[in-house]
């Protein structure tokens, strides 16, 4: 039976990996930082779904901030695949906490690599890479050879760990992948997310819960996908005969005001009558198109998307809405 070790295992991306990675009959083991309050509801399902072999699933704690933690877990674990998924991983909070950030989604990356050099195990390796390093795009679509520019303190470490990872493979002939993973999203997608913000608020506004809803650049364009395709393809990657690295994308782009119109249109609502714009949403530098060319993973890896914008949106909206009816059925006193 093989092992995984997962960093970010409670966040969206991480969820979704660990289910699937379970349902191919891997063992799955997951750091979590250690916390007054539990950060564990991603993952609560599969604890709670009579179909997946939890006893397979287990929760240790460690930080990629520390070292020491890391070289223990590997140790003990001796996993087979490492998914590095582990991030302070919000753009616009990265420009107010940039040293956290460079701490946690830079070093944390050397860290964990240093501390699979010194174990003298042979994990295969996955770097969660992002396609905001390439920030004030140098060619459109965007691919693996496409020059980088990072337009945040967020993107600037991701490509630090981007070419420390291409580094350790060369220089000890580790098999680590990078992933140039463009925007992905899902109903577990974190609520200070600009997606997630809108889908949230659309469900609601609908309700009567919400009035307004406050955002930034509505103009921004960005490739959204489904997180559950693309955690598919970091499995894909680490089952390749050689390491290396890929863009996963669906190779079309989207503003932020096309999300606000599919997503308040699945309510009927307006949305002109309730977003007002807040230049605190802003960044203080701008990424203002993203697209990805994913043709090298097509060929190489047999990955292509499955799931649409319009059916993505339509899935948050959707999930979002339940939601809150639940929540409110549970809040209102019951009829006698």
Not at 49 to 59: E, F, K, W
Not at 87 to 115: C, K
């Amino acid at each position: 039976m093989k092992k995984a070790l997962i960093t970010g295992i409670t966040g969206q991306d991480g969820s979704y990996l660990s289910e699937f990675l379970l349902a191919k009959g891997y063992e799955v083991y997951g750091i979590i930082r250690r916390s007054s309050s539990f950060n564990t509801g991603r993952i609560e399902g599969i604890y709670e779904d009579p179909h997946v072999p939890h006893r397979r699933l287990h929760l240790v704690y460690g930080d990629l901030n520390d070292a020491s933690s890391l070289n223990h877990i590997l140790r003990t674990v001796q996993p087979d695949e490492i998914y590095n998924l582990g991030a302070q991983s919000h753009v616009r909070v990265s420009f107010d906490i940039p040293e956290y950030t460079g701490e946690v989604t830079g070093l944390g990356t050397i860290r964990l690599l240093e501390a699979i050099r010194e174990s003298g195990l042979r994990p295969k390796f996955y770097q969660a890479s992002s396609s905001e390093m390439f920030g004030k795009v140098l060619e459109v679509p965007q691919r693996e050879t496409t020059p980088f520019y990072p337009r945040s303190p967020y993107g600037a470490a991701k490509v630090y760990s981007y070419w420390i990872t291409v580094n350790y493979r060369e220089a000890y002939n580790l098999f680590a992948c990078n992933g140039i993973l463009f925007n992905h999203e899902s109903p577990r997608r974190g609520e200070t997310f600009v997606t997630r913000k809108i889908t949230k608020a659309a469900a609601r506004i609908k309700l009567g819960i919400q009035h307004d809803l406050f955002l930034g650049n509505l103009e921004a364009k960005r490739d959204w996908g489904f997180a559950g395709d693309y955690i598919q393809a970091m499995w894909m990657m680490l089952q390749a005969k050689s390491p290396d690295d890929y863009v996963i994308a669906t190779g079309e782009t989207h503003t932020v005001r096309e999300m606000l119109e599919l997503a308040f249109d699945r309510v009927s609502v307006d949305w002109k009558k309730h977003v007002k714009i807040d230049e605190k949403y802003y960044r203080p530098t701008e990424v203002d198109l993203l697209i990805g060319d994913a043709g090298k993973a097509k060929r190489e890896l047999g990955w292509e998307p499955k799931v649409g914008f319009d059916e993505l949106v339509a899935m948050m909206v959707d999930a979002d809405l339940a939601a809150e009816k639940e929540r409110l059925e549970g809040v209102r006193p019951r009829k006698q």
